[in-house]
Every structure is written in structure tokens, then in C-alpha cells.
């Protein structure tokens, strides 16, 4: 008994390993309970709280003014909701192990990724010299600012997720012996896979499908691999205009365009760039890189191509934890009644 605990343990590990926390039975239901109406009712009701101070000390003490104070406060509320969401649906998880296979397969994801990156430069470039996003994005308080910006994010969530779940159509569909022996192989389920394998020729496609959270681990994994890239090309589109307009932008230039001096940055960066690198300029830059990153959102899921390279990938690596869990769930009732297994 004691052995089938350890194997059970390492499977569990696996999974999380792999980025798959909700296929553990524990984790499953500690999620269940923290996306319960009892603790989400009174983490709402904290947020709007601690966003509603943040405003009115952001906009009325600080002074301000009421548009910061909304932003600062939406931006609060929209922390301790992240906060809890990433504690609650242990996303630390799905993006430990997004950013190490990003950085494991940082080969194939550069040329993916600069595939869309000139185009994207060529249009979002002629929008950097142009006055009235200047205007517009200069003008932009802190808070206002990262509303902005979160509004963005929250448009490429919400398309990503109508179009990822697409992806896995396939994903959790019958599972032979063989495969599950070859999905199972060099990893804590194999002597699980073969006992499974030896007394059936098929899995049938009710051990194999998967639902409600688990499911949702899928779309999660698929939606945090693609977000890391995305967020990897915001950055690279944020230090390109901060470059470009320290050589190319002119102070003198944009105190034209935005009819008011330029802020210099201050500290050690600022003694040494001036009025070039200037408040101005990292916002607009930040707007820019916000709108790249739903731009290359939107071409992601829909160039055929790039989905075909990218996401074949992945989702290989979730049909092989898909038979896993095959595995995993054969432990799990031999651990709960051993004499049916």
C-alpha cells in the first residue's frame, strides 16, 4: 500500500510538473472549493473595498484627479482579484511551466514569433510618429494608463478563449493500449499503463474524456503558453520604441506635437538620456506594446500556419497527459478499493 502511495505521489508530481495541477484529484477539489460562491461573494466584496480607498486615495488625497482615481482604483480591485486567482486556480503552476517550455523551445518559438513581428513593427511604427497618438497616449495618467492596457489584455483573454478550445477537439477522444503505453512511458504511470494495457486491447472514450476542470486545465495550459508569447513580444515592441525614440524623437519635436514640454525621467536614467527618454515617451510606448500584444493575439489564432506549428506541439503534450490520466485514475481506485484493481 505504501508503494502505491509513493507511485500515486510522484504521479501527482508529474502532473503538476507538466502543468496540469487540476488532473490531481486534491488540487481539483481545493480549486472547486475556492471557485465556490462562499469564498467569492466576500473576495468581490474585498476588492471592490480595497479598489474604492485606492481610488479616493489615489484621486482625492494625492490629487490626482477623478479619471486617475478611477483607473488607480480599477487597478486595485483588479490586483486582489488576481491575486486570489492565482493563489485559488494555482496558476504559479500553468506559468512555471509555460515560461520553462518557452525557454526549453526558445528555438521554435523565435521564428514563429518574427513571422508576424516585421509586419507588426512596419504598421504599429507609423502609428509611433504620429501626432495624434502621441496626443492621446501622453495625456494618459498612471491609472488610466494601465486600465488601458488591462483592457487590452482582457479582449486577447476573452478571443483566445472562444477560439483554444477548438484546439483540443481531438484531445481527449478514445485512447488504444499502445498509445497509453507509449504516453505512459518513462514516467511514474508506465507499470499503472501496462496493468492497464494487459487487461484491456482499448481504453474506452469514457476513462479517456475529461471535463469540467480538468477540461479547463487543458484551455488554461494552451491559453498561459500563448500568453507567454505574447507577452515576450509586448516587451520586445516596448524596448524597440523606447530605442527608436530616444534617437529618433526630438524633444523639441513632440513639444510641438503635444503643445507642453516633455517630462524627463528623473533619476540615474534620466541624468543620462535627458528630456529623450521622457515620461511621454514611455507611455506612448507601453500603449503601443499593449496594442502589439492584442494585435499578435488575434494573428496567432487565426494564421493557419502558426497555429499548425505552434499549437500541434502543445497539444501533442496534452494528449499524452490526457492518457496519463488514464493511468492516474486506475492508481487512484486501486488506492481507494485495492482488492478492484
Given at each position: 500500500?505504501?508503494?502505491?502511495?509513493?507511485?500515486?505521489?510522484a504521479?501527482?508530481?508529474?502532473?503538476?510538473?507538466?502543468?496540469?495541477?487540476?488532473?490531481v484529484?486534491?488540487?481539483?477539489?481545493a480549486?472547486?472549493?475556492?471557485?465556490?460562491r462562499?469564498?467569492?461573494?466576500?473576495?468581490?466584496?474585498?476588492?471592490?473595498?480595497?479598489?474604492?480607498?485606492?481610488?479616493?486615495?489615489?484621486?482625492?488625497?494625492?490629487?490626482?484627479g477623478?479619471?486617475?482615481?478611477?483607473?488607480?482604483?480599477?487597478?486595485?480591485?483588479?490586483?486582489?482579484?488576481?491575486?486570489?486567482?492565482?493563489?485559488?486556480?494555482?496558476?504559479?503552476?500553468?506559468?512555471?511551466?509555460?515560461?520553462?517550455?518557452?525557454?526549453?523551445?526558445?528555438?521554435?518559438?523565435?521564428?514563429?514569433?518574427?513571422?508576424?513581428?516585421p509586419?507588426?513593427?512596419?504598421?504599429?511604427?507609423?502609428?509611433f510618429?504620429?501626432?495624434?497618438?502621441?496626443?492621446?497616449?501622453?495625456?494618459?495618467?498612471?491609472?488610466?494608463?494601465?486600465?488601458?492596457?488591462?483592457?487590452?489584455?482582457?479582449?486577447?483573454?476573452?478571443?483566445l478563449?472562444?477560439?483554444?478550445?477548438?484546439?483540443?477537439?481531438?484531445?481527449?477522444?478514445?485512447?488504444?493500449?499502445?498509445?497509453?503505453?507509449?504516453?505512459?512511458?518513462?514516467?511514474?504511470?508506465?507499470?499503472?499503463?501496462?496493468?492497464i494495457?494487459?487487461?484491456?486491447?482499448?481504453?474506452?472514450?469514457?476513462?479517456?474524456?475529461?471535463g469540467?476542470?480538468?477540461?479547463?486545465?487543458?484551455?488554461?495550459?494552451?491559453?498561459?503558453?500563448?500568453?507567454?508569447?505574447?507577452?515576450?513580444?509586448?516587451?520586445?515592441?516596448?524596448?524597440?520604441?523606447?530605442?527608436?525614440?530616444?534617437?529618433?524623437?526630438?524633444?523639441?519635436?513632440?513639444?510641438?506635437?503635444?503643445?507642453?514640454?516633455?517630462?524627463?525621467?528623473?533619476?540615474?536614467?534620466?541624468?543620462?538620456?535627458?528630456?529623450?527618454?521622457?515620461?511621454?515617451?514611455?507611455?506612448?510606448?507601453?500603449?503601443?506594446?499593449?496594442?502589439?500584444g492584442?494585435?499578435?493575439?488575434?494573428?496567432?489564432?487565426?494564421?493557419?500556419?502558426?497555429?499548425?506549428?505552434?499549437?500541434?506541439?502543445?497539444?501533442?503534450?496534452?494528449?499524452?497527459?490526457?492518457?496519463?490520466?488514464?493511468?492516474?485514475?486506475?492508481?487512484?481506485d486501486?488506492?481507494?478499493?485495492?482488492?478492484?484493481?
Amino acid at each position: 500500500m505504501a508503494d502505491l502511495q509513493d507511485e500515486v505521489a510522484a504521479a501527482e508530481r508529474w502532473f503538476a510538473d507538466h502543468g496540469l495541477p487540476y488532473f490531481v484529484d486534491d488540487q481539483r477539489a481545493a480549486v472547486a472549493r475556492g471557485l465556490g460562491r462562499a469564498r467569492l461573494v466576500p473576495v468581490f466584496a474585498l476588492a471592490v473595498l480595497v479598489g474604492a480607498a485606492g481610488g479616493v486615495a489615489v484621486g482625492a488625497v494625492a490629487g490626482a484627479g477623478a479619471a486617475a482615481g478611477i483607473g488607480a482604483g480599477m487597478t486595485v480591485a483588479g490586483v486582489v482579484l488576481a491575486a486570489y486567482a492565482v493563489a485559488t486556480l494555482r496558476a504559479w503552476i500553468v506559468v512555471g511551466w509555460a515560461v520553462r517550455r518557452t525557454l526549453r523551445s526558445f528555438g521554435l518559438v523565435l521564428p514563429l514569433v518574427t513571422r508576424a513581428l516585421p509586419l507588426l513593427l512596419l504598421f504599429i511604427t507609423f502609428l509611433f510618429i504620429n501626432t495624434e497618438v502621441w496626443q492621446v497616449a501622453a495625456s494618459l495618467d498612471g491609472g488610466v494608463l494601465w486600465v488601458t492596457v488591462l483592457l487590452f489584455a482582457a479582449i486577447a483573454v476573452g478571443f483566445l478563449l472562444t477560439r483554444l478550445p477548438e484546439e483540443l477537439d481531438s484531445v481527449d477522444d478514445e485512447v488504444e493500449a499502445q498509445q497509453l503505453i507509449e504516453a505512459c512511458a518513462g514516467t511514474p504511470l508506465e507499470p499503472a499503463a501496462r496493468e492497464i494495457a494487459a487487461r484491456v486491447e482499448r481504453v474506452g472514450a469514457v476513462d479517456a474524456e475529461v471535463g469540467g476542470l480538468q477540461k479547463a486545465n487543458l484551455v488554461l495550459v494552451l491559453l498561459v503558453a500563448q500568453a507567454v508569447q505574447v507577452l515576450l513580444l509586448a516587451l520586445a515592441v516596448f524596448v524597440f520604441f523606447i530605442v527608436f525614440g530616444v534617437v529618433a524623437m526630438k524633444p523639441d519635436v513632440l513639444e510641438l506635437w503635444l503643445t507642453h514640454p516633455v517630462h524627463p525621467l528623473r533619476g540615474p536614467l534620466g541624468d543620462a538620456f535627458g528630456q529623450t527618454l521622457s515620461l511621454e515617451l514611455l507611455r506612448v510606448s507601453t500603449f503601443l506594446a499593449a496594442f502589439s500584444g492584442l494585435y499578435f493575439t488575434v494573428y496567432a489564432v487565426t494564421d493557419e500556419l502558426y497555429r499548425k506549428q505552434f499549437f500541434s506541439v502543445v497539444i501533442r503534450e496534452l494528449e499524452r497527459a490526457v492518457s496519463a490520466r488514464v493511468a492516474y485514475r486506475y492508481m487512484r481506485d486501486a488506492q481507494r478499493d485495492p482488492d478492484a484493481a
